[in-house]
């Protein structure tokens, strides 16, 4: 893990607009104090970066209501190393024009395989981070949020990761969070 908490926000895109969703995420949550944040797409991950991140965002453009090809290869190809997923904070984006929330709900089901702990979770009522489009200013501001509840997330995370890895104790007691 990294020594600030960090959240890497991976993404496959052709037209860009998954990608300026991902950017906003990635600002919201890199904005939060000591954490970091960082984009990548998909195709250039390693098993390490999964590994040294406290925080994970999954976005793809809408194919047939599903995934990017390149995405699910990702996971296929992580298979093995899913124990680096497990635990940590993980939400799912999505842009298209029409599809998005299947779309969501099939990455998040891969994800749930993998052990993550979902920040949001879509329902019926909610598809999670879904855009039509381009990205708008209202679009824009709830990735950001999106990614500050993320990285917040992450923060926890590692430090509950130091704890049980190193002993570490916040006020002379270990934290139970």
């Known amino acids: 893990m990294a020594d600030k908490p960090f959240t890497l926000v991976i993404f496959t895109s052709m037209s860009g607009h998954t990608e300026a969703l991902a950017r906003a995420i ?22 390490d970066d999964i590994g040294r991140a406290s925080a994970l965002a999954f976005g793809s453009p809408t194919y047939f209501s599903y995934m990017s090809g390149e995405l699910k290869m990702l996971f296929d190809e992580f298979l093995p190393y899913k124990e680096r997923f497990q635990g940590k904070p993980v939400i799912a984006f999505a842009t298209g024009e029409g599809g998005q929330s299947k779309c969501i709900e099939s990455i998040e089901g891969i994800l749930e395989s993998f052990g993550v702990d979902m920040v949001h979770r879509s329902d019926i009522l909610t598809a999670g981070l ?24 992450g ?20 934290p139970t969070m």
């Not at 879904?130 to 997330?153: R, S």
């Open 130 to 153: 879904a855009v039509q489009g381009m990205l708008d200013q209202k679009a824009k501001n709830e990735a950001v949020n999106a990614g500050k509840k993320l990285a917040d997330a």
């Open 26 to 47: 990635a600002e919201g949550a890199g904005s939060l104090r000591n954490t970091t944040a960082e984009v990548k797409r998909a195709r250039d991950v390693t098993p």
């Open 155 to 174: 923060v926890c995370f590692a430090c509950r990761k130091a704890t049980e890895e190193q002993g570490v104790t916040i006020g002379g007691e270990k």
